[in-house]
């Protein structure tokens, strides 16, 4: 299932914020070379969880950016999901990850030359949501803010919304879209893989019985004992509906029970909706018609099984809208496909910011 329109942003902008930082460590490769580095961010600090505001982050230079010291290069930024970090798209155990796959591309000239900035974005609650929180920290603000500064400072980048991508994959599909919504003007284009938390259904519904058990958690650490989706709910409420009068969680959850069924409880539910993309878009319309493009897709047997009809709902309504997108569905589930020879990284994402991204300073932007 395909919708596609073309629409193009000639807005950017030029940065040059700088940002304590450690001494990066070079991990050599064949072709381009990883980078880990650590990024101090303002907009972390002070956060109740007491996560480091000091995040490391994986830097892909491409295989001429040492021996082409006056060449500068587009930017993607990749933002994992829940429970992963940074390493998820640098370390896989299958030996796959982004140096080999843009390597391999850039040698079978089927994509160009590109910077690739893969933050480590999981707090104490397993994953940020990308989201600024009273309680987490301003998660958000690091991801279109503090970061792309620093990576526009030190690395030869475009420092320039056309020349910027921001992909992801689940809870990271979910932050991509949420950073083409509300800093078009930072990120031109958009790629998320299984997006997640996109709207209300199934699995993310009263229907699951998980929500009781969240309501029940004494400790972050009893979420992951009583498994993957009480984690879940806990993780999205510290980014959308956090309390920090309500230690030792910081969290108000959106449904509770009342005679033996869950119920709405209204300005929690009011929260989550406020921050979930299908009821966004009336609002960041304009915002997202001012991508380059914006992808996104999902997989038939995803096991989240909210994932696949908020993905269409999103769609409907992003067509409603007169927004400009391709949705696609393909046959597998929530991560079968995203590594290897035919994966859609290789295939798809990375080839997609290769099409769309500029390669040089565009004329709004000196």
């Known amino acids: 299932m395909r919708f596609s329109l073309a629409v193009h942003l000639t807005m950017a902008c030029a940065v040059a914020f700088l940002v304590t930082y450690g001494?990066?460590?070079?991990?050599?490769?064949?072709?381009?070379r990883l980078v880990y580095i650590t990024v101090h961010s303002p907009a972390l600090e002070g956060n109740l969880l007491k996560d480091s505001p000091d995040r490391p982050v994986a830097v892909y230079l491409p295989p001429t950016y040492d021996k082409s010291p006056s060449r500068r290069y587009p930017a993607i930024y990749l933002l994992h999901g829940i429970g992963d970090t940074h390493k998820v798209w640098t370390e896989q155990p299958s030996g796959e990850g982004i140096a080999k796959s843009m390597d391999a591309l850039v040698s079978a000239k089927k994509v160009h030359e590109?910077?690739?900035v893969m933050p480590n974005e999981r707090n104490a609650y397993f994953g940020s949501f990308y989201s600024d929180s009273a309680v987490t920290g301003n998660w958000e603000?690091?991801?279109?803010?503090?970061?792309?500064?620093?990576?526009?400072?030190?690395y030869r980048t475009l420092p320039q919304a056309a020349s910027r991508g921001v992909a992801g994959h689940s809870m990271g599909g979910h932050g991509a879209i949420k950073m083409g919504m509300k800093h078009p003007d930072v990120f031109c284009a958009v790629f998320a893989m299984n997006p997640a938390v996109l709207g209300w259904a199934a699995d993310l519904s009263p229907r699951n019985p998980a929500f009781v058990a969240a309501a029940k958690l004494k400790s972050p650490g009893e979420?992951?004992?009583l498994g993957v989706y009480p984690a879940g709910i806990m993780c999205v409420a510290a980014a959308f509906s956090p309390n920090p009068d309500r230690p030792p969680l910081f969290i108000d959850l959106p449904f509770e029970l009342r005679q033996g069924e869950l119920q709405p409880v209204a300005e929690a539910y009011r929260k989550w909706n406020d921050n979930m993309p299908v009821y966004m878009v009336e609002k960041y319309a304009d915002n997202l018609r001012k991508l380059v493009a914006l992808h996104f897709d999902t997989g038939v047997v995803d096991e989240y099984t909210h994932i696949p009809p908020t993905c269409a709902q999103l769609s409907k309504v992003l067509t409603r809208n007169r927004v400009p997108h391709v949705y696609e569905v393909y046959d597998g589930d929530h991560r079968n496909r995203l590594w290897g020879h035919k994966s859609r990284i290789e295939r798809k994402m990375l080839p997609y910011f290769s099409a769309?991204?500029?390669f040089e300073m565009t004329p709004s932007a000196n």
Not at 26 to 31: I, L, P, S
């Open 223 to 225: 979420a992951m004992v």
């Open 356 to 358: 769309n991204l500029a």
């Open 114 to 116: 590109m910077i690739v």
């Open 141 to 154: 603000t690091f991801t279109a803010g503090d970061l792309p500064k620093y990576v526009d400072a030190h």
């Open 23 to 32: 001494a990066p460590e070079a991990v050599a490769g064949e072709g381009g």
